[in-house]
């Protein structure tokens, strides 16, 4: 009996606490912002024991607004997202990003098109064929711990095992940032900050390769 105990206790993984602090996202004026919505904060075990992963529930990126709700997301691989048109305009969503390129072609107020599977880990970014200024990012993520910031004052995972770990932060105006980690036997406390020095918006071409014809409405975003 006791031998079996011992076995199963070296079976499973040392839960050592976890990490927490505040993040703060800085304006190019140097300015804290109100918020860190579109923040996503990435968790990956260096050499700490790397968890299995499952599929995750289907994602659904609502288009409202001729924006994309929510703008920034994440999901495992083998999972899918589906793009449900809430709005009174058409849409198409496509990527042409090389981890998970695909086109729903256009569709209408109401409609939701056939869910995508995302196969392969990368950023996937995401655009309207129809409106230019829309677009969205899609973390596919190989790790479980993951939180989009939006509404928080900071980050905060729990029943992490020891080991370390890189810590990545990222929004559409800052870019990666990548902070080392180690989680020991009791809680890590830590501070973090980002920087906005991007463009909020990020030009591309529609899914032709070509530029975006002239927009009446461009002006109402």
Aim: proline share 11%; charged share 20%; hydrophobic share 40%.
């Amino acid at each position: 009996m006791t031998f079996r105990i011992l076995a199963m206790v070296l079976a499973a993984p040392l839960l050592a606490g976890g990490l927490a602090g505040p993040v703060k996202l800085l304006d190019k004026n140097g300015k804290p912002r109100a918020t860190l919505k579109d923040v996503i904060a990435i968790l990956e075990p260096v050499s700490a024991p790397k968890p299995i992963l499952g599929k995750r529930p289907l994602l659904r990126v609502r288009t409202v607004g001729k924006r994309f709700v929510p703008r920034v997301a994440w999901t495992t691989p083998g999972s899918f997202v589906t793009f449900p048109n809430q709005d009174s305009i058409v849409h198409n969503v496509f990527s042409v990003c090389c981890t998970v390129p695909f086109d729903t072609g256009q569709y209408e107020p109401g409609d939701t098109p056939a869910p995508i599977r995302l196969k392969k880990p990368g950023l996937v970014k995401l655009y309207c064929n129809v409106h230019h200024k829309m677009n969205a990012f899609l973390w596919v993520l190989e790790t479980p711990y993951a939180q989009v910031l939006d509404g928080k004052a900071g980050l905060a995972f729990d029943g992490l095992p020891e080991g370390t770990y890189r810590l990545k932060l990222w929004h559409p105006e800052t870019g990666e940032r990548i902070f080392p980690v180690t989680i020991g036997p009791s809680n890590v406390r830590g501070e973090w900050t980002l920087s906005a020095n991007l463009p909020p918006f990020e030009p591309h071409k529609n899914k032709f390769g070509k530029d975006y014809p002239p927009s009446k409405d461009e002006g109402s975003y």
